[in-house]
Structures are given as C-alpha cells and as structure tokens.
C-alpha cells in the first residue's frame, strides 16, 4: 500500500491504497481492485514516504569474527 495526500478546494485528505487512476475523476485503487476513494476535483496530488519496515537485528549463534593481530 502506498500513502497520498490529496488536496480538494475545501479539505486535505491522507489515504492509502495501491494504485490510482486518472480519467475523468481521480479514483484510488485498494487491494483486490476495491475502489478506495473517488475525488471528482482537487488542486494537487502528494505520494507520502512509505512508514520505513522495523529492521530485525541478527539473532544467530554464530560467533563474533576476531580481529586481526590478536
């Protein structure tokens, strides 16, 4: 999913979906192609930094390599 701000005449609006489409309206497309939002008019289109995955830390047994010289 993908996050956009959608800026109409009156509001700002925040929403995720997968995809848009661009015609006569601008339409969001969420997962299985379900129609997420429909905006007949607005003043721009923003496409939001996707929320970063938390990075797992490496949890395995192996030991810690030695350093050089010692």
Do not use: C, N
């Given at each position: 999913?993908?996050?956009y701000?959608?800026?109409?005449?009156t509001?700002?609006?925040e929403?995720?979906?997968?995809t848009?489409?661009?015609?006569?309206?601008?339409r969001?497309i969420?997962?299985q192609?379900a129609?997420v939002a429909?905006?007949?008019?607005?003043e721009w289109l923003?496409v939001?930094?996707?929320?970063?995955?938390?990075v797992e830390?490496?949890?395995?047994?192996?030991?810690?390599?030695?350093?050089?010289?010692e």
């Amino acid at each position: 999913m993908i996050k956009y701000q959608v800026k109409t005449e009156t509001d700002q609006h925040e929403l995720e979906a997968v995809t848009f489409i661009q015609g006569d309206d601008l339409r969001f497309i969420g997962e299985q192609g379900a129609i997420v939002a429909i905006f007949t008019s607005f003043e721009w289109l923003k496409v939001m930094p996707a929320d970063p995955k938390p990075v797992e830390e490496d949890t395995s047994s192996s030991p810690a390599p030695e350093l050089a010289g010692e």
